[in-house]
């Protein structure tokens, strides 16, 4: 059966029951037990107890952590043994030296007295005396005075008769070079030559095999070592080029070359210095003499050249007046420089030795234009300022000493060696040393009195002034056949190496003793009071 339900009314009803509740009633009366309208009451506590907290108390845990036990120990060290030890000298044994009677005592005291103003007297004048000023006792073991340290030479120069005409120490001391050429009479200017170096420091040296060997078209007349580069070595031809090689490359040591040009020396360069370029003190340029007359200076440049920057000429018209020169053969004008050596105390002043046999004092800053000429990219200027007197044929070699400005040396083909003073046109002194050439002399680096020459009889003489201004103080025999010793330089890092090259084709290390290696007491003052002889 199917029932509607009816909608119920809100009205008015509605209304009231909101304010029976309003008033704090129900609907309907008062029942019994219930309060009436709104009212506080208050009721006893309840307690509920936690059931999480008992659950939590039978759970606890109690733990705790202790790391392992550390182990100890002790324990102590002791010297085994102890042992005490005396040394005591033997008892003295009583010398049986004869006893001095009693009454020798009046007479000794009564000697002493006799005697003793006298020994006073004598010691007071030792006192007063010079005789051992500047005297120092040398403890060191005296060496034999010279000795020969190596024999070097190189066998296929030797087979092809070359001779030895120039040495050089490059700048660590370590390595000598050579040059192989002919200084005698012949035509050899297109033989193929060498120029070889050993160096001296390395281990197993073998004086047969060089270190390195650079081939040459020409002959070499002249080398010289880079002041600063080990391995770069100049040198002059016999065909008048000049070339620099770098040692340490043989497969290719050719690093500049001046080529055959209007600038190349005519004549064979006879001598090759480095000079510090004025305005570059560590740039170096290559300076060259040779028997046309021409001093020139050359630079290095790109594409493996030389080129010229300066240019001197020597012309017998310009030569100071007062040389008495002969007259020159065949209308020639060029004067030939065959040597030259520049001050230690005035890098613009050198002095050339000529053809002539005359030395001439020259200077880089000479302004005056040469007569000559001979074709060239740069002006060439007249150097010259002074002359000396000459030799009795051409010189070979000059050299300006380290320890004076005015002092140099010269030797030439008369067999003299000429001490000058740049003061003085004559010589201060003349030492006849050979009755052949004298092809090399050298001033010590370290001694002032000492110098060294070459002869043409096979000889290396060594001088010291301060013994005797007249003969060698060591006449060292360098070759066994008395050929000629061409050529020699002093080492100026181990100041105690000399070396001299010769006909044989082999070059001598000599090693001296401190007797010409160390400077004497006073020996500057006696160089001074010999240049000082200038005024008498």
């Not at 202790?66 to 060290?77: D, F, G, N, V």
């Not at 005075?145 to 120490?169: E, F």
Request: charge should be negative; include cysteine; glycine fraction near 8%.
């Amino acid at each position: 059966m199917a029932t509607r339900a009816q909608p119920r009314q809100l009205g008015r009803a509605g209304s009231a029951g909101a304010e029976t509740l309003a008033t704090g009633g129900a609907a309907g009366a008062e029942g019994p037990g219930r309060p009436g309208p709104l009212q506080d009451e208050t009721l006893g506590v309840a307690s509920v107890p936690s059931q999480w907290r008992g659950v939590q108390g039978i759970r606890r845990e109690t733990r705790s952590c202790q790391t392992a036990s550390i182990a100890t120990a002790e324990k102590a060290a002791q010297t085994r043994k102890h042992v005490d030890a005396e040394v005591q000298t033997e008892a003295p044994v009583p010398v049986g030296a004869p006893s001095v009677s009693a009454h020798d005592d009046p007479r000794l005291a009564a000697f002493l007295r006799r005697v003793e103003a006298m020994v006073i007297r004598e010691l007071n004048k030792n006192w007063q005396s010079h005789a051992f000023d500047g005297f120092e006792v040398n403890w060191t073991e005296q060496q034999p005075t010279v000795t020969c340290l190596h024999a070097l030479g190189y066998p296929p120069a030797q087979r092809q008769g070359l001779h030895v005409s120039s040495v050089s120490w490059n700048t660590t001391g370590s390595v000598v070079a050579c040059a192989y050429g002919r200084l005698d009479d012949g035509d050899w200017g297109t033989l193929k030559s060498f120029v070889c170096a050993w160096n001296l420091d390395r281990r197993g040296l073998n004086p047969w095999q060089p270190s390195a060997v650079v081939e040459v078209p020409s002959a070499v007349m002249c080398l010289a070592f880079h002041p600063t580069q080990p391995s770069h070595v100049a040198g002059g031809l016999y065909n008048g080029e000049v070339l620099v090689w770098d040692m340490s490359h043989p497969e290719d040591p050719l690093l500049w070359r001046t080529g055959l040009t209007d600038d190349t020396h005519t004549d064979p360069v006879y001598q090759v210095l480095w000079r510090p370029e004025p305005r570059h003190g560590h740039r170096f340029q290559v300076l060259s003499v040779a028997t046309d007359g021409k001093v020139l200076l050359w630079r290095g440049v790109g594409a493996g050249r030389l080129q010229l920057t300066e240019g001197f000429a020597l012309a017998v018209q310009q030569l100071p007046r007062h040389t008495r020169l002969k007259k020159p053969p065949r209308g020639e004008t060029e004067v030939g420089a065959t040597a030259v050596a520049f001050s230690s105390f005035d890098p613009s002043v050198f002095i050339l030795g000529t053809e002539g046999g005359f030395p001439l004092q020259c200077s880089l800053a000479a302004e005056e234009a040469a007569l000559t000429r001979t074709p060239s990219s740069v002006p060439l200027r007249a150097p010259a300022q002074l002359t000396f007197s000459p030799h009795g044929g051409p010189i070979y070699s000059v050299s300006c000493s380290p320890f004076h400005r005015n002092l140099f040396l010269s030797a030439g083909t008369d067999g003299h060696i000429h001490l000058y003073s740049t003061l003085q046109a004559q010589p201060l002194a003349s030492l006849q040393l050979s009755h052949k050439y004298l092809f090399a002399v050298r001033w010590s680096p370290v001694r002032p009195l000492v110098f060294a020459a070459a002869s043409g009889e096979g000889d290396v003489q060594l001088f010291d002034l301060q013994k005797s201004s007249q003969k060698p103080t060591v006449s060292i025999k360098q070759t066994q056949d008395a050929s000629p010793v061409y050529c020699l330089e002093f080492n100026p890092q181990q100041t105690q190496l000399l070396a001299a090259g010769d006909a044989e084709g082999t070059v001598k290390v000599w090693q001296l003793s401190t007797e010409f290696t160390e400077q004497g007491p006073r020996e500057s003052e006696d160089l001074a009071r010999l240049a000082a002889e200038v005024a008498t």
